[in-house]
């Protein structure tokens, strides 16, 4: 009996020793675990600013994407424009010429369309002034005209 008891002490202890040594593992896998769920949130945090920047991003380029059609068209439009004008010239003579009032009008129209554009519009004006500079140069000697860069020829 007494060798059974000393059994059983021995086997208690040993229990006891297991029992701490899982108590000191479950602690450090709890503390491992809780570290595993603060880098998964500093992840998750991340993750979300990240997808937030890229939503503004995405708006950002759209709207970049956006402007540069509507740029794109409205340079297209004022090339259109000045070329029919441009084109219009001899057309207009001709349509004169021969009392044409149908094709008058269409250069008409399209005169009206550079009036308004011209009128309204101050970037347009500047463009176009650009756009015509060496041509003006060309024909008065000058941008305002005035043969100033024509020396005296006295």
Not at 16 to 41: H, N, P, S, T, Y
Not at 115 to 120: G, L, V
Request: proline share 1%; net charge negative; glycine share 4%.
């Amino acid at each position: 009996m007494r060798e059974a008891i000393e059994d059983a002490e021995d086997r208690l202890k040993f229990l006891e020793k297991e029992i701490q040594i899982l108590g000191d593992g479950e602690l450090e896998a709890e503390a491992r675990f809780m570290k595993f769920l603060k880098k998964k949130d500093d992840a998750m945090q991340q993750i979300e600013e990240l997808q937030r920047q890229y939503k503004v991003a995405t708006h950002v380029c759209e709207e970049a994407i956006a402007k540069k059609e509507s740029i794109e068209k409205c340079y297209r439009d004022k090339m259109l424009l000045l070329g029919d004008c441009s084109s219009n010239g001899v057309p207009a003579h001709l349509h004169v010429a021969s009392a044409d009032r149908v094709g008058l009008s269409h250069c008409k129209n399209n005169v009206e369309k550079f009036m308004k554009w011209w009128n309204e519009d101050e970037e347009f004006r500047r463009e176009y002034a650009k756009f015509n500079e060496i041509s003006t140069i060309t024909r008065f000697g000058s941008l305002d005209g005035t043969n100033s860069l024509v020396p005296d020829s006295c």
